[in-house]
C-alpha cells in the first residue's frame, strides 16, 4: 500500500510540473527579458514605404528625363579652338628686324619682319631697265611698219613706171623703131621692180604680224617684260612680312640675322575675336543634335561666373580616330568595341567673347539644348563666301601695276602720235 501511494504521489507532482513549464516555442514568440518583441504591422508599413520611395524616385528620373534629360546633351571634352595664321616667308632673305615678339598685339598690316632688301631692289632695277627697253623697241616695230609702207608705195611707183617703159618699147619694137635687146632690158627692169614690190610687200606683213591688232601696252613682248617686273616688285615687297589679320603674336622662333628659306614658319598671329569651341560628343549624344540650336558655355578660366552663349556651326564628318595619324585597324587583331566621339563646333557669341576673352586651347563644358529640332544634321549648302579673308597683299599687286603703268607712258612720250594711238 505505501508503494502504490508513492507512486500516485509522484505522477501527480509530474504532471503539475508539465503544466507549470511554458514550451520553447512559447519562449521565442514572448522573447528574452528585456528584448522588444517584433511587430508584423510596423515591418508592412516599413516595406509599403519603401515601395512608395522607389516609386516616386522613378517617377523624378522619368520626369527629368522628359523635360530635361533627353533635351539636353552636354560634355567636358571642349576645348577652344581657333585660327593660328602662321607668318612664312615666300622669299629666301637674312632676317635684319623683327617688328613683334609673342604676346604682342598687331594691327593688320603692320610689319612683322624685314629681310635685307638689297638683293631686291638690284632685281627690280634690273626688271624696270628691261621693261623700259622692250617699250622702245616695241615702239621701233610700229614705226618700221610705217616705213615699210612708205617703201611699198615708192616701190608701186617703181613698178608702175618700169610697166609702162615696157609697153613702149614693145609697141617701138613691134614697128622696128628700136632693137629686141632693148625691150629685153625694159623687161628686166620691170621682172626687178616686181620682185622688189613683192619683197616689200612680204617685209610688211611680217612686220604687221608682230604688231596686229595690239598697242604697245598690251604687246606680248612688253607684256612679259612687265611680268618680269610684277615678279621682281613683288620679291622686293615680299622682303618685308607683313600681318595678314589683327591678332596677337605668338610662337616666334625668328631671330636677327637669321637665313631663312621660304616656307619656313617664324611666328604666327592669333586673332583671339575669331574663336569657336570644339566639343568632342559621344556618338550616342547626337542622335538629336541639330545645326544652328542653343549652347551654354562655361570656361574653366571663368569658372561658373561667367556664362557664354553659342550655337551649333557644323558637326563633324567623322570621328576622332577616324582622322588620327594612325587610325585604329580593327579588323587585323582583337577587337575591343569603344564609343566613339565627334567634335561638334560650337560658335560663340562675339559680344560676350569681347568682354571675356580666351586663348586657345582652354577647356570648357558646354550644354547643348536639343528641343529645337528644325536644324539639318548636315550643312546643305556650301558657304556663299569665304570664312576668313586678308586683303593686306592686294595692294603690292595694286603698287606694281602702277610702276608698270607709268614706265610704259615714260618711254612711250616721245613716240608719233600715229604709233602712240595704236
Same mark, same amino acid.
Given at each position: 500500500?505505501?508503494?502504490?501511494?508513492?507512486?500516485?504521489?509522484?505522477?501527480?507532482?509530474?504532471?503539475?510540473?508539465?503544466?507549470?513549464?511554458?514550451?520553447?516555442?512559447?519562449?521565442?514568440?514572448?522573447?528574452?527579458?528585456?528584448?522588444?518583441?517584433?511587430?508584423?504591422?510596423?515591418?508592412?508599413?516599413?516595406?509599403?514605404?519603401?515601395?512608395?520611395?522607389?516609386?516616386?524616385?522613378?517617377?523624378?528620373?522619368?520626369?527629368?528625363?522628359?523635360?530635361?534629360?533627353?533635351?539636353?546633351?552636354?560634355?567636358?571634352?571642349?576645348?577652344?579652338?581657333?585660327?593660328?595664321?602662321?607668318?612664312?616667308?615666300?622669299?629666301?632673305?637674312?632676317?635684319?628686324?623683327?617688328?613683334?615678339?609673342?604676346?604682342?598685339?598687331?594691327?593688320?598690316?603692320?610689319?612683322?619682319?624685314?629681310?635685307?632688301?638689297?638683293?631686291?631692289?638690284?632685281?627690280?632695277?634690273?626688271?624696270?631697265?628691261?621693261?623700259?627697253?622692250?617699250?622702245?623697241?616695241?615702239?621701233?616695230?610700229?614705226?618700221?611698219?610705217?616705213?615699210?609702207?612708205?617703201?611699198?608705195?615708192?616701190?608701186?611707183?617703181?613698178?608702175?613706171?618700169?610697166?609702162?617703159?615696157?609697153?613702149?618699147?614693145?609697141?617701138?619694137?613691134?614697128?622696128?623703131?628700136?632693137?629686141?635687146?632693148?625691150?629685153?632690158?625694159?623687161?628686166?627692169?620691170?621682172?626687178?621692180?616686181?620682185?622688189?614690190?613683192?619683197?616689200?610687200?612680204?617685209?610688211?606683213?611680217?612686220?604687221?604680224?608682230?604688231?596686229?591688232?595690239?598697242?604697245?601696252?598690251?604687246?606680248?613682248?612688253?607684256?612679259?617684260?612687265?611680268?618680269? $617686273?610684277?615678279?621682281?616688285?613683288?620679291?622686293?615687297?615680299?622682303?618685308?612680312?607683313?600681318?595678314?589679320?589683327?591678332?596677337?603674336?605668338?610662337?616666334?622662333?625668328?631671330?636677327?640675322?637669321?637665313?631663312?628659306?621660304?616656307?619656313?614658319?617664324?611666328?604666327?598671329?592669333?586673332?583671339?575675336?575669331?574663336?569657336?569651341?570644339?566639343?568632342?560628343?559621344?556618338?550616342?549624344? $547626337?542622335?538629336?543634335?541639330?545645326?544652328?540650336?542653343?549652347?551654354?558655355?562655361?570656361?574653366?578660366?571663368?569658372?561658373?561666373?561667367?556664362?557664354?552663349?553659342?550655337?551649333?556651326?557644323?558637326?563633324?564628318?567623322?570621328?576622332?580616330?577616324?582622322?588620327?595619324?594612325?587610325?585604329?585597324?580593327?579588323?587585323?587583331?582583337?577587337?575591343?568595341?569603344?564609343?566613339?566621339?565627334?567634335?561638334?563646333?560650337?560658335?560663340?557669341?562675339?559680344?560676350?567673347?569681347?568682354?571675356?576673352?580666351?586663348?586657345?586651347?582652354?577647356?570648357?563644358?558646354?550644354?547643348?539644348?536639343?528641343?529645337?529640332?528644325?536644324?539639318?544634321?548636315?550643312?546643305?549648302?556650301?558657304?556663299?563666301?569665304?570664312?576668313?579673308?586678308?586683303?593686306?597683299?592686294?595692294?603690292? $599687286?595694286?603698287?606694281?601695276?602702277?610702276?608698270?603703268?607709268?614706265?610704259?607712258?615714260?618711254?612711250?612720250?616721245?613716240?608719233?602720235?600715229?604709233?602712240?594711238?595704236?
Amino acid at each position: 500500500m505505501a508503494t502504490a501511494t508513492s507512486e500516485n504521489t509522484a505522477a501527480n507532482e509530474s504532471k503539475d510540473g508539465n503544466e507549470q513549464k511554458p514550451s520553447q516555442d512559447q519562449k521565442d514568440q514572448k522573447g528574452a527579458p528585456g528584448q522588444p518583441q517584433k511587430n508584423p504591422r510596423k515591418r508592412k508599413l516599413l516595406m509599403i514605404g519603401l515601395a512608395i520611395l522607389v516609386i516616386v524616385a522613378g517617377l523624378g528620373v522619368w520626369g527629368w528625363y522628359e523635360v530635361y534629360g533627353q533635351w539636353y546633351e552636354s560634355t567636358d571634352d571642349a576645348y577652344v579652338n581657333g585660327n593660328v595664321v602662321e607668318i612664312t616667308p615666300q622669299v629666301t632673305g637674312t632676317v635684319v628686324s623683327i617688328g613683334a615678339d609673342d604676346g604682342d598685339l598687331v594691327r593688320e598690316g603692320q610689319t612683322l619682319v624685314q629681310f635685307d632688301p638689297n638683293d631686291a631692289e638690284v632685281a627690280l632695277q634690273s626688271a624696270e631697265a628691261n621693261l623700259g627697253k622692250v617699250v622702245r623697241q616695241v615702239r621701233g616695230l610700229y614705226s618700221s611698219v610705217d616705213g615699210i609702207k612708205a617703201q611699198l608705195a615708192a616701190q608701186r611707183a617703181e613698178v608702175q613706171k618700169a610697166q609702162d617703159n615696157y609697153n613702149r618699147r614693145r609697141n617701138l619694137a613691134a614697128g622696128g623703131a628700136i632693137s629686141q635687146e632693148e625691150l629685153s632690158h625694159a623687161k628686166d627692169d620691170l621682172t626687178s621692180a616686181q620682185n622688189a614690190l613683192a619683197n616689200i610687200q612680204q617685209q610688211l606683213a611680217t612686220s604687221t604680224a608682230l604688231i596686229d591688232d595690239t598697242q604697245v601696252s598690251s604687246h606680248p613682248d612688253v607684256k612679259a617684260a612687265a611680268a618680269q $617686273l610684277r615678279q621682281a616688285y613683288l620679291n622686293s615687297a615680299r622682303s618685308t612680312l607683313i600681318a595678314p589679320v589683327t591678332g596677337y603674336v605668338a610662337k616666334r622662333t625668328v631671330q636677327l640675322g637669321q637665313r631663312v628659306q621660304p616656307g619656313t614658319a617664324l611666328m604666327a598671329v592669333i586673332p583671339l575675336d575669331q574663336l569657336w569651341i570644339d566639343a568632342n560628343f559621344k556618338e550616342t549624344q $547626337l542622335g538629336k543634335m541639330r545645326i544652328g540650336q542653343p549652347v551654354d558655355i562655361e570656361a574653366d578660366l571663368y569658372g561658373s561666373d561667367v556664362k557664354y552663349s553659342g550655337t551649333v556651326d557644323s558637326v563633324g564628318a567623322g570621328t576622332g580616330s577616324a582622322f588620327a595619324l594612325l587610325p585604329a585597324q580593327n579588323a587585323t587583331g582583337n577587337w575591343i568595341k569603344i564609343v566613339q566621339r565627334v567634335p561638334v563646333r560650337i560658335h560663340i557669341n562675339p559680344d560676350e567673347l569681347a568682354n571675356h576673352p580666351l586663348r586657345i586651347g582652354l577647356s570648357t563644358v558646354v550644354d547643348v539644348n536639343l528641343h529645337d529640332q528644325s536644324g539639318p544634321v548636315l550643312a546643305q549648302q556650301p558657304p556663299k563666301q569665304a570664312s576668313f579673308t586678308t586683303d593686306v597683299y592686294v595692294k603690292q $599687286l595694286a603698287d606694281a601695276d602702277t610702276l608698270i603703268a607709268r614706265l610704259i607712258h615714260e618711254n612711250s612720250a616721245s613716240a608719233p602720235g600715229k604709233t602712240a594711238q595704236r
